[in-house]
């Protein structure tokens, strides 16, 4: 099933449909244990910067995450973008190793410039004209697992939007779509659903 949807992904970027996408990997356990129990591993094994929970009466949703995507102090918008991974060993000549090959790598470059490209357009379509900046380009930040290449943009909120208007607009990330967002979003609906083949 997985090479089947890999090479429908291939086939959507031949014909230009999107120019980047992001082909995911669905891994089910079923437990028993309390979701208090559940998010306190999660965030122990994987201390990133966020961790984060979600609960209703159906169900608890909960995970730990280095990246805030949008954030919001007054009428300035925030939104942080990765794209480009290595693993962290904890062994420091590996690790410099692991950094600097990331930060040359041709495939990990491009794939973060298209993260920020859409990210650039979302922003555009909620920011005051002519206030959408890049802050941080291309920052290499290392976390207990693993590191990422991250970039941060800013811009002034139109006066006509709420911070949850513009959320509404930039969700989701493109490192977990692609580019354009709506149509690389598509595409893994598509597949979710089982609409892209029999």
Request: charged share 25%; with cysteine.
């Amino acid at each position: 099933q997985y090479q089947r949807d890999f090479e429908f992904v291939i086939g959507q970027l031949e014909k230009g449909t999107c120019e980047g996408a992001v082909l995911a990997l669905e891994l089910k356990r079923t437990i028993h244990a309390h979701w208090g129990n559940v998010f306190n591993e999660i965030t122990r094994g994987n201390p990133s910067a966020y961790g984060f929970m979600v609960s209703d009466e159906n169900c608890t949703i909960c995970g730990s995450t280095p990246l805030a995507f949008m954030s919001m102090e007054n009428d300035e918008i925030c939104l942080d973008t990765d794209a480009g991974t290595r693993p962290v060993t904890g062994n420091q000549a590996e690790d410099d190793a692991a950094e600097a090959d990331l930060k040359a790598s041709p495939k990990d470059q491009r794939e973060h410039d298209i993260v920020v490209r859409a990210e650039e357009a979302a922003l555009k379509a909620v920011a005051a004209s002519g206030s959408v900046r890049v802050t941080v380009d291309k920052e290499v930040r290392r976390f207990s697992h693993i590191m990422h290449m991250y970039s941060v943009l800013e811009a002034k909120l139109r006066s006509d939007l709420t911070a949850g208007e513009a959320l509404q607009t930039l969700y989701p990330p493109a490192a977990v779509t692609g580019l354009p967002k709506h149509d690389a979003a598509l595409i893994g609906q598509s597949l979710e659903t089982g609409l892209s083949g029999p």
